[in-house]
């Protein structure tokens, strides 16, 4: 009798599905029912919505002025209320606008908060990744001021990258002098500045004579006349001078656009309405010199901000025209947005982000970051820590027992907050001397004194004179 032999049966695994986080996140409460999810390219877009809401719940839409408003007219037609989108270069910037002017409410998202997400290998499944969690609440919005706010910040934003741009041919007209041995950069602290400039434009006007050019020194200089003779004593060469020429020609045209720029920032910010309702007293200069710096603003930037803000932010420690400006513009006037002064510091990352595990700290650093508002906060502790104010004490301190880096990061908190509450209760800054600083130093460090000693059971005496 023939055995039939059987034929083992092979274990089959269960197959796993080709997006392994949907049934996960499927199973979460849906807070926008509404969303749909856009992936920004330069060339394309890439936009998902809800499978229920149309046949082909993704498509692909061009980058022009038509294809965004086919896009807007699509997404009206899905029902689509809320947006998520990446922040990817400036490529955003015109569907936002033109999302948000059609009545959306658009989410720009950190990349940084879906790139670990695994299954996105295309844009397709891209944009559907970012409807779908941005559908149950998994991102964070970025924060915008109000748009009059965004129309300053372009303009401030435009007139820091014109500064950068006339500095390189500073550079250059530096270089040009250098190159014929025309000492003039040691000589003078600044060679844009009333004598440095009569004497550059006097050697372009064909002049040669070190006893004529030494003649445009400005009186109040600091160096005698005879070293001006010795320094604008050189070898003019025909192409070095050319390359003068050039390079200021070119400093003078950023300059004009410069005007041209705080011309229109003194209309933008003359038209806002002012936050407060209430009369204002005469603004105080006194605390504050005038630094005559040519990167100043050519208009009374510190009456308008006062008029605007109610407060005048330019008296607190270290903040100038310039800086005051750069914080309004970036972080706008409404400190509602955030919670505490403890999350705009956070927000502006100048408070420490702290690893820990199991109860236990295990890194504490403050994480890097381009928010111009930031810098200008750091900028304006850098400059109190020359002053005899009560921060500039601080940051004295705090530099001679942490460093000056973790002073400046320390300071620039400090600043933070004062803004902060400035601005959320409109009441003005008054500051304290380095003297009183010091003496309430010393009062909290015998009041932790005595309280340690008491914990040891001991008491703490003034020693005997």
């Not at 796993?16 to 996960?24: E, I």
Request: hydrophobic fraction near 40%; aromatic fraction near 6%.
């Amino acid at each position: 009798m023939s055995r039939t032999r059987k034929t083992p049966t092979r274990k089959t695994r269960s197959t796993r599905p080709t997006a392994p986080h949907a049934a996960a996140v499927d199973s979460l409460t849906v807070l926008h029912p509404n969303a749909a999810g856009i992936d920004i390219g330069l060339e394309d877009l890439w936009v998902s919505v809800r499978e229920d809401r149309d046949p082909e719940p993704v498509r692909r839409f061009g980058t022009t002025t038509p294809d965004l408003m086919a896009l807007a007219d699509w997404l009206k037609v899905c029902g689509a209320e809320t947006v998520a989108m990446e922040s990817t270069g400036v490529y955003w910037i015109p569907l936002y606008e033109l999302l948000e002017a059609r009545g959306f409410q658009v989410y720009l998202v950190n990349a940084r908060q879906v790139k670990q997400v695994s299954g996105r290998k295309a844009d397709e499944t891209d944009c559907q990744w970012l409807r779908r969690l941005h559908a149950f609440g998994l991102l964070n919005n970025s924060f915008r001021p109000a748009a009059e706010m965004r129309a300053l910040r372009a303009y401030m934003r435009h007139r820091a990258d014109l500064i950068e741009h006339r500095a390189a041919h500073i550079q250059h007209m530096q270089k040009a002098l250098h190159q014929m041995n025309v000492r003039l950069s040691p000589t003078v602290k600044d060679i844009t500045g009333v004598t440095g400039l009569a004497i550059i434009r006097a050697i372009l006007a064909g002049e040669r004579d070190p006893l004529k050019l030494a003649r445009w020194r400005d009186p109040r200089c600091a160096q005698p006349e005879a070293e001006f003779v010795k320094a604008l004593t050189g070898n003019y060469r025909d192409e070095h001078v050319f390359a003068l020429k050039q390079a200021v020609a070119l400093y003078d045209a950023y300059t004009q656009q410069l005007v041209e720029c705080d011309q229109e920032l003194e209309r933008k910010f003359s038209a806002l309405k002012p936050v407060h309702d209430h009369d204002l007293p005469p603004l105080d200069r006194s605390d504050k010199r005038n630094t005559h710096s040519k990167n100043a603003p050519a208009y009374d930037a510190r009456s308008l901000l006062y008029q605007l803000l109610g407060v005048d932010l330019v008296a607190a420690g270290g903040l100038n025209e310039v800086t005051a400006q750069i914080i309004i513009t970036e972080i706008g006037t409404d400190m509602s947005r955030w919670q505490n002064d403890k999350h705009f510091c956070s927000w502006l990352h100048l408070a420490p982000h702290t690893d820990s595990s199991g109860g236990r700290v295990l890194r504490s650093h403050t994480l890097k970051t381009h928010n111009r508002a930031t810098q200008a906060f750091r900028m304006a502790a850098q400059a109190v820590g020359k002053t005899d104010t009560a921060l500039g004490a601080y940051f004295r301190r705090m530099r001679a027992k942490h460093g000056p880096k973790k002073a400046i990061v320390a300071t620039a908190h400090k600043i933070a907050r004062i803004v902060y509450f400035m601005l959320r209760d409109h009441k003005p800054f008054r500051d304290t001397t380095a003297e009183v600083y010091a003496q309430r130093e010393r009062e909290r460090e015998i009041a932790r004194l005595k309280k340690k000693a008491t914990q040891l059971g001991f008491t703490l005496a003034p020693a005997a004179v």
